[in-house]
């Protein structure tokens, strides 16, 4: 049971567009919610997360905006940089379990 | 300290035989996370440590995984003859609880194993 869905599992963008990176979730008891980068043959790194009091969070070039009513997130990068490419993970937090979804492979085309 | 660290990086055995892998948190977090990660997935969370105590486990861990923090700084993930289905990116996270809100979530590079 994947309570947390990424259902784009690749995205290309053009270097200096903007990403938008989008996660599900269906488990409205989630409070926690943040945003991975992995490259390959390492772990994910911690980008970016928001509270469920929040709607929005921003830290430099990438925002996460969360949607409760929709159970829905996203992530922006802009301006895009080659750089960023990278598989992105999103995540959700009840109490002390997080849960993560499948991954989206962005690809920044210079 | 630079970050979580996870030894051995790469394991290769053969089925039926026992494997364990280490993870050293970083040095102040009290928290400290097992996940399991294959191909096109996401990381599954398999367990959990608050300090020495283990806390929660997940379902996917069958009586063949065992994990320990013994003096609650680094764990140790042992799985007990290894079964094909175990190949897989084996993952350590660290974080700190303070006044009841958890931080987050650092990862460490993974133990990749593979059974033959």
């Known amino acids: 049971d994947q309570q947390v869905k990424q259902n784009s599992p690749s995205l290309s963008v053009q270097e200096g567009r903007i990403s938008i990176l989008n996660c599900d979730y269906t488990?409205?008891?989630?409070?926690?919610f943040l945003w991975y980068k992995k490259y390959p043959a390492e772990g994910p790194t911690f980008l970016i997360s928001?509270?469920?009091?929040?709607d929005k969070n921003e830290d430099g070039r990438f925002t996460v905006f969360l949607n409760k009513s929709a159970k829905h997130l996203s992530l922006h990068i802009v301006p895009s940089q080659p750089g960023d490419s990278a598989v992105y993970f999103c995540?959700?937090?009840?109490?002390?379990?997080?849960?993560f979804g499948t991954g989206t492979s962005l690809t920044v085309i210079p | 300290d630079t970050g979580v660290s996870q030894d051995p990086r790469h394991k290769i055995t053969k089925r039926g035989q026992n494997v364990t892998f280490r993870c050293d948190p970083i040095?102040?977090?009290?928290?400290l996370y097992w996940y399991r990660q294959t191909l096109g997935q996401g990381p599954e969370f398999l367990t959990y440590?608050?300090?020495?105590?283990?806390?929660?486990k997940s379902r996917l861990l069958s009586d063949r995984f065992s994990a320990e923090r013994p003096k609650g700084s680094f764990s140790t993930l042992e799985i007990q003859r290894t079964e094909q289905g175990d190949s897989a990116m084996y993952l350590c996270?660290?974080?700190?609880?303070?006044?009841?809100?958890?931080?987050?979530?650092?990862f460490g590079p993974g133990t990749r194993l593979t059974v033959l």
């Open positions: 995540a959700a937090s009840e109490v002390d379990q997080f849960y």
């Open positions: 928001i509270s469920s009091i929040k």
């Open positions: 488990n409205s008891m989630f409070d926690y």
């Open positions: 040095s102040e977090h009290n928290r």
């Open positions: 996270a660290s974080s700190q609880l303070a006044g009841g809100i958890t931080d987050t979530q650092y």
């Open positions: 440590f608050q300090n020495e105590a283990q806390l929660e």
